[in-house]
């Protein structure tokens, strides 16, 4: 079911979240339990999630940026440090390095997936590197094995943002279980929603104790703990950590949302074959590429406008929205935000602010309609003079 309300009549979204009847019963449940916050749903979540990635745990979070700084925190990063990543990214990527007191380092990506290229990563390694932060960007997973090899040569942490990528496959495997620690988001832009919302996936027993501590402000005990408990428990704090939790009801609806995962890809990947199929054919568009080694989500349905376009991307950007279709810049670079542009100065890559530029999103999700879809495509192929 896709929600049907008054934002979304006069126009065709760049997305709609895919909820329904069993995600408000959900809801309701837990409500109607008297136990809102964290508790017995997320731990549930999270058993769910470490099936579904296929790895032994799963800690769930407020945010994938908390779900990241976790990761990169007890995975030894820290004040002084430098961390690579993409400039080609979002803002949290980048502040979860900050919150750990380390460094972002930007690095070029790959032109044809937009994920970090590692002969770039490879060239910006110093003796102050201590970890790579991979993203698997808009739903496709990086080439991590390479990003492994890196790792291994020179001694580096090796930490996965996946935010948008769940259920995404490389070579076979589902991303988050790849062999790293791998943050998650789910806002209601990414594969499954909460709301808002994060978890780590790991195999590292010591890495998600630590975190389930550090998500609930350093304590040792948790409150469904203490809750079931026949006497009285005490917690502790032996270190200072966050208020990362996740509540009740928003694992309830994750729940609901990851039973309903599979479905969502299958749609995804069917108005992401059909924009392919057809744009593909037109000359001044680059359509997402899919390496033989990956398979996409699609989270995002990203293309490229190439030199000869006849019209720029943000007066194209502009048009779609005055006939009612709402689409996006790409991804901003970070190394152009001001805060970036005042603590590094002036810096170039010009692969990523090539993209960047060049780039936009069209909609895609869950319950969009062929009709719908096929008006998105009359429109831009009308716009680009293509009728």
Not at 145 to 157: N, P, R, T, Y
Request: proline share 5%.
């Amino acid at each position: 079911m896709v929600p049907t309300t008054q934002l979304f009549e006069d126009h065709i979204p760049l997305l709609i979240p895919w909820l329904g009847e069993e995600e408000i019963n959900a809801v309701a449940k837990v409500i109607r339990s008297g136990w809102i916050s964290q508790g017995p749903k997320v731990i549930e979540f999270e058993n769910a999630m470490a099936q579904y990635v296929g790895t032994k745990y799963a800690v769930a979070t407020n945010a994938c940026t908390s779900a990241l700084h976790l990761a990169l925190r007890l995975s030894g990063v820290g004040q002084g440090d430098k961390v690579i990543c993409p400039s080609f990214t979002c803002m949290a990527t980048a502040n979860a390095i900050h919150h750990t007191g380390a460094l972002p380092v930007f690095a070029e990506i790959n032109p044809r997936t937009y994920n970090l290229d590692p002969e770039a990563v490879a060239e910006v390694i110093t003796s102050q590197t201590k970890a790579i932060l991979v993203v698997h960007q808009i739903g496709l997973p990086a080439d991590i094995d390479s990003f492994k090899v890196l790792a291994k040569k020179h001694d580096l942490i090796l930490i996965e943002d996946s935010a948008t990528s769940l259920g995404a496959t490389y070579k076979g495997q589902r991303v988050g279980s790849l062999g790293a620690p791998t943050g998650f988001s789910f806002h209601p832009r990414k594969m499954i929603t909460t709301g808002e919302g994060g978890m780590i996936t790991t195999d590292d027993a010591k890495l998600a104790e630590q975190a389930r501590i550090l998500r609930a402000t350093g304590a040792s005990i948790s409150d469904l703990a203490r809750h079931q408990a026949k006497g009285v428990l005490i917690q502790e704090y032996a270190d200072v950590g966050y208020n990362y939790r996740m509540t009740d009801i928003q694992a309830a609806i994750g729940l609901v949302q990851l039973s309903k995962l599979e479905t969502m890809l299958e749609q995804r990947a069917t108005q992401a074959q059909r924009y392919d199929v057809i744009l593909a054919q037109i000359d001044e568009i680059e359509v997402p590429y899919v390496p033989p080694y990956a398979t996409h989500a699609y989270s995002s349905y990203l293309i490229r406008l190439k030199p000869n376009c006849s019209i720029k991307r943000n007066e194209l950007l502009q048009s779609m929205a005055e006939k009612g279709i709402s689409c996006r810049i790409g991804i901003q670079p970070l190394h152009w935000e001001p805060f970036y542009r005042n603590l590094y100065g002036e810096m170039h890559l010009p692969i990523t602010e090539d993209i960047a530029q060049t780039t936009m999103f069209l909609p895609i999700y869950p319950g969009l309609s062929e009709e719908k879809q096929n008006q998105i495509i009359y429109i831009l192929k009308k716009l680009l003079k293509r009728n």
